[in-house]
């Protein structure tokens, strides 16, 4: 069999993923990329051993070449997705595409209509439904243990850290730029809720604001920039760059340190952060061009009356997602983070599910991105399908979730109704 030639347009630290997926899956190659930092090209090349001559300036150069592979992973940001999806789907692509589909509810629908007119396959990355600790819940939801399902409450931690790095100084903070909060961290999570369900989710409300990271809640004395605030104020403030990138990189090097520079090393991660005048990432985050919200709450009426309800915080000290499922039963209390279960049946003894002794990789996503190429490749290749595929069609059902949640923000919580 012939491998299934890969391009990726958009090398950053999610096409680099997957970059490595495709050179180490012996059924794919990896034949051309597109980025627009000369860094990822060059990375490409001497990394992944991408010919020079394939490494193309952007994604209007990859295509203007025809169709050069049989897959295209979409990796570009958020506002790029219809033109560079739709682009792929004509010249006969599949693809596989980043997460949120695209920024507005009508670009995620015109992609859809191409991918209808064209017969190609896409699926979209909503990498949870692939994690161990997803799959772990849906079975027992499904083996009947705790009853129906009533009420689902997760809450996305989303960790101050992480805010600071990628949703007010990073690449997310400003909706008009990328897409709201609510669409770009949290389609993942209405997925899930919906995914868990497997039921037709008819309404959402939604509050949320962006509450601290503004120039009023700036500390006095403090500068635009780290690099030039004074020890004084930095001493006390938990989002200084120095703090972040020195010692919080060491733990979080996944999330932190490819959405920057492209695997240049610890030290010289560092200096081009902190010692670039013009760098975003050494900006004082009370003063940025910031706008998306920091907190968010949506409430979701699913059929049946059965309701769910999400939190999104930039306001915890660690990065995970947590969740509580209340039964007829009885009830799921877990936390991905530590990867364990609680299941609590209501004529029975409570027991704990430890993932960590079950499972070997909770590698990105509790394992999930590893998984969803796998089935990426099984779907392209004419595989079964199965419970966690994220086709095209499936993942419009959490986007009108996102798009409704945001307008119901917008309007002071007015339930909004999903057409």
Partial sequence: MDKIKVIIVGFGGRGQLFGDYTVRDERTE???IADVNPDARLTAAKAYGVREENCF???????????IADVAFICTQDKQHRE???????????????????????????????????????MVCHVLRYSHFYMALRKIIKSGEIGDVVTIS???????????????????????????MILAKCCHD????????????????????????KKENAPEGSSDRCTTCSPEVKKNCPYDAYK????????????????ITFRTGRKEQIKAILDDKNSQYSRCVFRCDNDVVDHQVVNMLFEGNVTAQLTMTAFSKECHRCIKIHGTLGEIV????????????????????????ICDDFSVHGGGDKLLFEDFVSYVTGGEPTETRTTLEDSL????????AEESRLNGGKPIEIK
Avoid at 57 to 65: G, H, L, P, Q, T
């Fill in 84 to 122: 560079h999806a739709i682009a792929a789907l004509e010249l006969g692509y599949d693809v596989c595409l980043e997460k949120p589909i695209a920024a507005t509810m009508e670009d995620c629908e015109a992609i859809y209509e191409v991918q209808k007119k064209t017969g190609r396959k896409v």
């Fill in 190 to 213: 209405l997925d899930i809720i919906f995914w868990l369900y497997g039921k037709k989710c008819l309404s959402v409300s939604s509050f949320g604001d962006l509450y601290y990271f």
């Fill in 397 to 404: 059902i959490s986007h009108k979730m996102s798009f409704a």
């Fill in 154 to 180: 997760q809450t996305e931690n989303v960790a101050y850290w992480h805010d600071a790095h990628s949703y007010v100084r990073g690449a997310w903070r400003n909706k008009e730029e990328s897409s709201p």
């Fill in 30 to 32: 990896l034949v051309a």
């Fill in 334 to 357: 877990a936390d991905m983070e530590e990867n364990k279960i609680e299941v609590k049946p209501f004529l029975a003894e409570d027991r704990v599910i430890d993932l960590t002794k």
């Fill in 57 to 67: 300036k952007d994604a209007s150069e990859i295509f203007a070449n025809g169709k």
């Fill in 244 to 259: 972040i990138y020195n010692d919080v990189y060491k733990t979080y090097n996944p999330i932190l340190g490819n959405a």
